[in-house]
């Protein structure tokens, strides 16, 4: 029962992430409109000085993800550790 404690955990932490992340370049799209720009990883490649603005603005989505992962792998390891202790 614990173990399906824990995975419903990480499977929530895991969709906020991935939730979150969508949100963000979802927020950001709608910010900047039909504007041109690129992003590659973390950095933008735009002329246009409103998108740089508005790229600063709004957090990282990367960290979302690595929210996601790093509660996934901190429930994983209170499960290890409650597995051997019993």
Known sequence: MIFITYAVIAVV???LGIGGMMYLDHRFSLAVGDRSFAVKGRRIETDD???RSQFRKIPCAESGLFLAASGAAVVGRIQCRMTNVS
Do not use: I, K, L, S
């Open 13 to 15: 932490f895991v969709v």
């Open 49 to 51: 000085p409103f998108v």
